[in-house]
T-cell receptor, first 115, second 112 residues
Framework: DAMVIQNPRYQVTQFGKPVTLSCSQTLNHNVMYWYQQKSSQAPKLLFHYYDKDFNNEADTPDNFQSRRPNTSFCFLDIRSPGLGDAAMYLC??????????????FGPGTRLTVL | QKEVEQNSGPLSVPEGAIASLNCTYSDRGSQSFFWYRQYSGKSPELIMFIYSNGDKEDGRFTAQLNKASQYVSLLIRDSQPSDSATYLCAVTLGTGGFKTIFGAGTRLFVKA
């Protein structure tokens, strides 16, 4: 089945220790997104890729970086995690930007714990 | 600041009743409207989408859109305990095409 896969599902890191979260998709979608979601809050868009074009949200901290080496994979790098970065990180994809194709498909998420 | 507002709940309904979930949005030019269901500790999954004013029905779910009032709702008929989850309203803005803004969600509890 076509899907969005995230690894690992649970990640524990130490304060200040870099961590990388990965996302892969078999949907062949052009757009990939990274969201941060904290308990009882809305998913917050960090950045997205349209094909290889990277778009950063204005309020995304510099501590967060992303890479998309090919259509299928996208990575979220947190260079120096702080306690406030503990959250669920959601990867999502969408086929394109035309109005009938805005639906986003989410991966299962990675729960990040910062000690 | 573009916003999507939802009552956080919890909304509690008995099994078999109709659950009504509401959402308002601030960007008048918004084009696409989605309802996602999110179980605790899981990722959002799409329930319904609607683009035009009026009602759209899919099984036990009905989405209603009123662009003039900037209001979108989700009705769940014959509510089941398995419907207990957080329902996220998401709105795609009319400018900058791709950006979708999510509400914080309404927690629904269906009592058996």
């Amino acid at each position: 089945d076509a899907m969005v896969i995230q690894n690992p599902r649970y990640q524990v890191t130490q304060f200040g220790k870099p961590v990388t979260l990965s996302c892969s998709q078999t949907l062949n979608h052009n757009v990939m997104y990274w969201y941060q979601q904290k308990s009882s809050q809305a998913p917050k868009l960090l950045f997205h890729y349209y094909d290889k074009d990277f778009n950063n949200e204005a309020d995304t901290p510099d501590n967060f970086q992303s890479r998309r080496p090919n259509t299928s994979f996208c990575f979220l790098d947190i260079r120096s995690p702080g306690l406030g970065d503990a959250a669920m990180y959601l990867c999502a994809t969408s086929r394109d930007f035309s109005s009938s194709l805005y639906e986003q498909f989410f991966g299962p998420g990675t729960r990040l714990t910062v000690l | 600041q573009k916003e999507v507002e939802q009552n956080s709940g919890p909304l509690s309904v008995p099994e078999g009743a109709i659950a009504s979930l509401n959402c308002t949005y601030s960007d008048r030019g918004s084009q696409s409207f989605f309802w996602y269901r999110q179980y605790s500790g899981k990722s959002p999954e799409l329930i319904m989408f609607i683009y035009s004013n009026g009602d759209k029905e899919d099984g036990r779910f009905t989405a209603q859109l009123n662009k003039a009032s900037q209001y979108v709702s989700l009705l769940i008929r014959d509510s089941q305990p398995s419907d207990s989850a957080t329902y996220l309203c998401a709105v795609t803005l009319g400018t900058g095409g791709f950006k979708t803004i999510f509400g914080a969600g309404t927690r629904l509890f269906v009592k058996a």
